[in-house]
């Protein structure tokens, strides 16, 4: 698995900084919000939904409950922006904020006695629509190795299977997985590394069950 750094996906410094000046101190009715401020926010709704959405699907928020997910987190957003200075990535500042929800929620669903069964889902973390180019039969292979790895990630605890979502499927490096999770950069490394062995282990397990059940 490869920990290359994809491209920052930086909110511009100094957009934010110019935006969130002096709207954001001047007087406004309790409740409501800066013109500046919920332009910015619109802007940060539109332009990472559907990152939150599909890191929350990864990190293994069921399909339900995905809506309520990220309506928490860009309430978190929401009420954090102004303080949001650029000097990390608006993306991995959004995902720190989205693993702590995600966390949240995870403690609720632990206590619910129902398990969710994993929906098959692309590498965006998106529910599998039909396609018109692939063949059936390739449909239903892709469906089938996409399901396995939301499988197998459900084999992981909370804490490996964060740090191994953020690295290998948002392509973020160690040390920024550190920042955005306010981690030492050994226990990231520690995480990650139990995360490969596990998810190996779980595969393995699953490749003997399917041999044995092979006539």
Not at 40 to 69: K, M, N
Request: net charge negative; proline share 5%; charged share 30%.
């Amino acid at each position: 698995m490869s920990t290359e750094k994809a491209s920052s996906g930086q909110f511009p410094t100094e957009s934010v900084e110019s935006v969130l000046a002096d709207p954001m101190n001047a007087p406004r009715a309790p409740g409501s919000a800066a013109p500046a401020e919920a332009s910015l926010f619109d802007r940060a709704y539109e332009d990472h939904c559907s990152l939150v959405w599909r890191t929350a699907r990864r990190l293994g928020v069921p399909e339900g409950a995905i809506d309520d997910v990220v309506q928490d987190v860009f309430l978190v957003v929401h009420r954090r922006l102004a303080s949001f200075d650029g000097r990390v990535a608006f993306k991995h500042w959004l995902l720190g904020i989205t693993a702590r929800v995600v966390a949240d929620h995870r403690r609720t669903y632990r206590r619910k006695a129902s398990k969710v069964v994993p929906h098959a889902v692309d590498k965006y973390g998106g529910e599998l629509t039909p396609s018109a180019d692939p063949m059936p039969s390739e449909q239903a292979e892709q469906r089938e190795a996409l399901r396995l790895v939301v499988t197998l990630l459900d084999e992981l605890d909370s804490d490996k299977r964060e740090v191994l979502v953020l690295t290998e499927f948002e392509e973020m490096t160690a040390v920024e997985v550190a920042e955005c999770l306010s981690l030492n950069i050994n226990t990231v490394y520690a995480r990650l590394r139990a995360a490969r062995r596990d998810f190996d282990a779980a595969y393995a397990r699953y490749r003997a069950r399917t041999e044995m059940r092979s006539p």
